[in-house]
């Protein structure tokens, strides 16, 4: 007698919001910040975007997703949310079949931020390192870790901290954020994510998202009267997530140490185990001895 007859595995392509919301549902295990779908979702244009999601069938039943979305503006298929969101995963039960989920991707594919265990089931492109800190390698104290930098690193902090005016500190006062794009803006100029009126869409609507559900972390310092520095941060789960921020360094020199400094003590505070940098502008992630990994990329 032969062997047990292996169906073959049948996609199909969903572009209805409620479906592909039900689809994410039911496969994302919520781990991740941006594996929850109302935080994705902020990143979602109607306007620009068509949802491409490939989805995978047994007998019937979907296994697995990989959820694209169509740029009109670029005339690319992204990974659902596009490029602000990182550590981007795939929802298929067994990763074994991922090959076979890619294989569907169309033509003028293109993921970015894709988590580093997704490497182990395909052969992806190597994208940017992303930054964190474990906390409970420092036992959850800020001073620990400190003491960890090198004699000279920890003499140079000290007194570029001490160089900064007398400041006073500010958690989650929301009106703050507009100052923080402004901040943002006249620190990165033509950098600035701001700049991008679908990313500054999304992530104002992240930060109001997660000012409701009460998981803000919201940082801002105010020296001689005016507020110099505002970081916005999210806590989900055992991640403290720093989104994004603004500093007046032009003003304020050496102000953005204290801000690392301010979230990585809050993070603690809050107990969370990870704080998250995120990837990109890794030359000064590298001078706080952050772990990084990997991320990659998928092309087509």
Not at 107 to 135: H, K, Q, V
Request: net charge neutral.
């Amino acid at each position: 007698m032969g062997g047990a007859l292996t169906l073959a595995m049948e996609f199909k392509i969903c572009k209805n919001l409620d479906e592909c919301r039900s689809l994410w549902n039911r496969f994302s295990n919520d781990s991740r910040l941006f594996d929850n779908w109302e935080f994705r979702n902020c990143f979602y244009d109607p306007e620009d975007n068509e949802l491409y999601f490939i989805v995978g069938y047994e007998s019937g039943t979907p296994v697995g997703i990989i959820p694209l979305c169509f740029s009109k503006s670029s005339s690319q298929y992204n990974y659902f949310g596009g490029w602000f969101p990182e550590r981007n995963s795939f929802f298929i039960k067994d990763k074994a079949k991922l090959p076979e989920f890619i294989a569907q991707c169309p033509a003028n594919t293109f993921m970015e931020g894709i988590d580093p265990e997704e490497s182990r089931y395909f052969n992806f492109l190597e994208d940017e390192c992303t930054y964190f800190l474990d906390l409970e390698k420092y036992d959850y104290s800020f001073d620990k870790y400190f003491s960890s930098f090198d004699k000279k690193k920890q003499k140079n902090l000290k007194a570029d901290l001490g160089k900064i005016p007398a400041y006073r500190v500010h958690y989650n006062r929301i009106r703050d954020f507009d100052r923080l794009i402004e901040l943002n803006i006249k620190q990165y100029g033509e950098y600035s994510r701001f700049n991008n009126p679908f990313i500054k869409k999304g992530i104002s609507e992240m930060v109001k998202l997660a000012h409701k559900k009460g998981i803000l972390k919201m940082i801002s310092v105010e020296i001689n009267g005016n507020v110099e520095a505002v970081d916005a941060a999210v806590l989900f789960g055992e991640w403290y997530h720093t989104l994004i921020g603004g500093v007046n360094t032009q003003r304020v020199p050496n102000l953005g140490k204290l801000m690392i400094v301010l979230d990585i003590k809050n993070a603690i505070a809050k107990k969370a185990r990870f704080v998250d940098f995120f990837a990109t502008s890794g030359y000064w992630k590298e001078l706080w001895d952050f772990e990084k990994l990997m991320l990659f990329k998928f092309l087509k």
